[in-house]
């Protein structure tokens, strides 16, 4: 087990292990709960680190390297002591606290209500998860809601089913793959929404929703106004229509079709039983985007 644990440290602190090695390390982390939960653990805190990095005080960052090198080296020498063990545990050390530093990332939002597949850069997450700039959050077979917040504005996403979103900023996410809902509140700032060559802008309150079908891209507005632009095309949007880009060309404005707003609609079938779970998630983005 401590051989598994130290692995974990190894690959964590950016050691790449050989096909063989990290087959082996994968298929132990998926049989072995323990030494599971602390590589989340460990992967959790260096998360934290990284988004707090940013933070520091001017100097700061050398004085915490400088002090993990000093704790790292002994106290004093003694007959027999190991000495390129102890040197090799400075070099882990500083190697650790630079690459933690190095790659400083700002938190951008949290995590307001998801299911056990909710995973970010491949580590699952629960309720009230930071979110840094440049995560991937992606969902398996459950929504999930989350909020991006900054001094300029509030925006709530609904992830759907199978959706996997790059968070640039608290302004702006790229879309890889499934379905996305972005509710806007009040803003003084646009948010924009990427996949591929298309780009969609918010400029103002309101909702919509994009979503990655095969060969094509869906955009539809619920409410306010959206710009859709892509290989030189733009085309606004308004409340109730919806574009596609298909062969890289966009539709002209159309009335959003029934599966364009399928979170806002209700039949009284299995569909309503689903919907009211949806709009659990939608109340709960409100109540984020209140304040409340």
């Not at 004085?63 to 400075?90: D, H, N, Q, S």
């Not at 809601?145 to 609904?158: F, N, P, Q, T």
């Not at 990655?212 to 409340?239: D, I, M, Y």
Request: charged share 25%.
């Amino acid at each position: 087990m401590s051989h598994v644990r130290s692995q974990i440290d190894d690959v964590l602190s950016g050691r790449v292990l050989s096909a063989a090695d990290d087959a082996s390390f994968r298929a132990h982390l998926r049989a072995c709960t323990s030494c599971r939960e602390h590589y989340d653990q460990t992967a959790g805190v260096l998360r934290l680190a990284r988004g707090s990095a940013d933070a520091l005080a001017p100097g700061e960052a050398q004085r915490m390297e400088t002090r993990a090198v000093r704790l790292a080296k002994p106290i004093a020498e003694t007959a027999g002591f190991p000495w390129r063990f102890a040197f090799a545990g400075a070099a882990v050390a500083a190697a650790l606290v630079l690459t933690v530093l190095a790659w400083p990332r700002s938190p951008v939002g949290r995590v307001l209500a998801a299911a056990s597949g909710l995973r970010m850069d491949g580590v699952l997450v629960a309720k009230d998860a930071v979110i840094f700039a440049g995560s991937e959050v992606a969902t398996e077979k459950d929504d999930a809601a989350i909020l991006l917040e900054s001094a300029r504005g509030r925006r709530g996403l609904l992830l759907r089913p199978s959706t996997r979103l790059h968070i640039s900023s608290s302004e702006e996410v790229k879309l890889e793959a499934g379905r996305v809902r972005v509710q806007v509140k009040t803003t003084s700032d646009p948010f924009a929404v990427r996949a591929d060559e298309l780009r969609v802008l918010q400029p103002t309150a309101g909702v919509f929703v994009v979503e990655r079908r095969p060969g094509s891209t869906l955009v539809a507005v619920h409410q306010g106004t959206v710009v859709v632009s892509a290989r030189g095309q733009q085309l606004e949007l308004k409340e109730g229509q919806e574009t596609e880009l298909t062969a890289g060309a966009l539709t002209p404005a159309r009335p959003a079709g029934a599966n364009a707003l399928i979170e806002d609609r209700g039949d009284g079938t299995v569909w309503d039983a689903i919907l009211r779970f949806l709009r659990q998630l939608l109340d709960v983005i409100a109540r984020a985007l209140a304040g409340d």
